[in-house]
């Protein structure tokens, strides 16, 4: 598929920076969007600062564009009076926007921190309950009801993805399950661009790994087709010394390190 104007909002963020010269061959322009530096604009690229609060600055920003990559916001755990602008009135806004601009496609980077509460090696659906393990989870679960609204309500389909841990190589033994590789985020963004009739869909994103934690398989599929696998460091990530404490919500729970920020106790 290739886009006329593609909206790239969190282009300045981690994710953002791995994803924008990988969509130059997948639009004719593409709108970049964040509060931090971009950089310099390449011919086929349009530098939009926007701050996601501001209702305002976010209808213009999706002016005439025709499919967005929202991976703009708070991106990790962080106290509710950062996380409520930038992700909840911030999401809330972007689907406002589309909707009063005729945006029909949405990708929206949502988090495993939706379902951070699992236990670590339970294999769990998309369609599992909610359990978020801090605001920034809950701030991810609003996004995907929203989506699921504005589906309903208006028609604007998105594919919500449950993003694992998107880096160069596995992090950890958590890694393993939940790994998703540069490459891989390129080919899950793409396809849910380009699949047609997604509705209101949400999925994990994470490369071939056999110990994931996470099956779509029940799932509409849209296409994606991982190439990389964790497995190809399980070797080396497993000769490392074993953990200080097998017990500490950080290694019995889904959310990993999520578990121990903020002011959440544990029973
Ligand atoms: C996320 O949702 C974060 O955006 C990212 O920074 C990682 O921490 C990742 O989850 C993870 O769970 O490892």
Redesign the pocket.
């Known amino acids: 598929m290739r886009c006329r104007r593609l909206l790239l909002t969190g282009a300045a963020g981690?994710?953002g920076r791995v994803l924008r010269p990988r969509l130059q061959r997948h639009c004719e322009r593409l709108r970049l969007s964040d509060l931090a530096d971009l950089g310099g604009a390449a011919a086929h690229e349009e530098l939009m600062p926007a701050d996601l609060a501001d209702a305002h600055a976010m209808l213009e920003l999706l002016d005439g564009v025709d499919a967005v990559l929202h991976f703009g916001g708070v991106?990790?755990e962080q106290p509710f009076d950062m996380v409520l602008p930038a992700n909840i009135v911030g999401v809330f806004n972007l689907y406002e926007a589309a909707r009063l601009q005729g945006v029909r496609r949405i990708v929206f980077?949502s988090?495993?921190?939706v379902t951070?509460c699992y236990r670590q090696g339970e294999v769990i659906r998309p369609t599992a309950p909610a359990r978020p393990d801090g605001y920034?989870g809950i701030s991810?679960a609003f996004g995907e009801n929203l989506a699921s609204l504005y589906f309903d309500r208006y028609g604007i389909e998105t594919v919500s993805l449950r993003?694992?841990?998107?880096?160069p190589e596995p992090?950890d033994r958590?890694?393993l399950a939940?790994w998703l590789s540069h490459d891989d985020l390129e080919r899950l963004v793409l396809a849910s661009l380009s699949a047609e009739d997604v509705g209101c869909l949400t999925i994990y994103g994470a490369s071939d790994n056999p110990r994931a934690w996470w099956d779509n398989s029940a799932e509409r599929d849209i296409g994606y087709r991982p190439q990389d696998s964790a497995e190809a460091y399980r070797a080396q990530i497993e000769a490392r010394p074993p953990v200080a404490d097998p017990q500490d919500p950080t290694e019995l729970y889904q959310?990993?390190?999520?578990l121990g920020i903020g002011p959440f106790p544990f029973p």
């Open positions: 981690g994710l991106s990790v980077a988090s495993n921190h951070g920034y991810k993003l694992g841990n998107c880096a992090a958590r890694g939940i959310g990993g390190r999520f």
